[in-house]
């Protein structure tokens, strides 16, 4: 039989330290039967340039550049649309995958809708900081998992996805991450896989879209802030996924409703007796059958309403 085509969607955008290296790790994929779909978000650098070069010498390399900037959500979006193959593998311009990552993850897959694997978290000259992703978090799986509204531990760079899962996923919502929506839609479907396994390097640098993986910065009253502006951001993209996926029709729809409710008023100084009884209700929607379930959305509840003491200090 032969080997699926895989299709790459790589976003760009000012993206020249360290486009070259992640083309490189990209074509040197043990897993052959691949196109890499290369989408430019009108860079102002040499990032056009690189892959313009790049693609002369490989013929799996296609780019494509908007004519006015998208952001990366809207970006990704395109990307995806232009992808011929059966599986999809989101890629950012400033990580470095290792050689096995599209064949470890096909292999892995089986009949669920998307899989992903680990991260090493490597600074911006690619030296190790000793950290993963999965060593600081407890990484997703399986299905019908509301959770991912409110704690997503899918990395779009990480990640690989049938095709036939967009329909189910777009179009994005706004206020919510691509990559934490597919894995939120593929819950909802077929399910997700994880594979314990370091696939990439993930750059954190000063210009990365996420701060994911960054060291805390600032003196005290900074961080009070910061940590602050997080706790609304974080509140924000919990009821903006919520609110959709309330809005479709996935199973979770009941759960969802209840939650995203209960949480608006809990976030609007109303009581949070509700709150706690939504997550318990739908403690199942949120963390399947396991006999955690219920300690589990209480953690959560508990995670909440801190979340939201923290927003309103610095308000």
């Known amino acids: 039989m032969p080997s699926p085509l895989v ?35 009108v860079s102002n650098d040499r990032t056009v340039e690189i892959v313009e070069e790049a693609a002369r010498r490989d013929h799996r390399i296609q780019l494509h550049r908007n004519p006015r900037r998208l952001g990366v959500n809207a970006n990704f979006a395109r990307a995806f649309a232009l992808c011929r193959g059966d599986f999809i593998a989101p890629c950012d311009q400033d990580d470095v995958w290792s050689a096995r990552k599209l064949e470890t993850l096909m292999a892995a897959i089986g009949d669920a809708d998307l899989a992903y694997g680990d991260s090493a978290v490597v600074d911006a000259e690619g030296r190790p900081t000793g950290l993963t992703l999965g060593g600081q ?13 409110f704690e997503n531990t899918v990395s779009g760079h990480a990640a690989l996805f049938r095709n036939t899962l967009l329909p189910q996923a777009l179009p994005f919502p706004e206020g919510v991450w691509s990559d934490g929506w597919l ?3 593929a819950s909802q479907r077929a399910g997700v896989v994880y594979v314990d396994e370091v696939m990439v390097d993930f750059r954190r640098h000063a210009d990365a879209q996420t701060r994911i993986g960054h060291a805390p910065r600032g003196g005290a009253p900074d961080r009070h802030q910061r940590r602050a502006r997080e706790a609304r951001q974080w ?5 903006a996924a919520l609110d959709a996926a309330a809005a ?18 809990a976030n609007a100084g109303g009581s949070t007796m509700p709150l706690w009884q939504a997550l318990l209700r739908h403690r199942r929607a949120l963390y399947g059958d396991g006999p955690l379930a219920a300690l589990r959305a209480l953690r959560l509840g508990g995670r909440i309403l801190s979340r939201i003491r923290r927003a309103r200090s610095q308000a």
């Not at 978090?137 to 509204?149: E, K, P, S, T």
Request: glycine share 6%; net charge negative; with cysteine.
């Open 7 to 41: 299709s790459v969607a790589l976003c760009t955008c000012n993206g020249e330290a360290y486009i070259e290296a992640q083309l490189a790790s990209v074509l040197a994929q043990t897993h052959r039967e691949l196109e890499l779909v290369v989408v430019d978000d």
């Open 137 to 149: 978090r407890r990484m997703v799986r399986g299905q019908g998992n509301v959770a991912l509204a």
């Open 183 to 185: 894995a939120f839609a």
């Open 235 to 239: 509140l924000s993209t919990c009821a």
């Open 248 to 265: 479709r029709p996935w199973p979770c729809r009941e759960a969802a409703g209840a939650l995203s409710k209960t949480l608006d008023d």
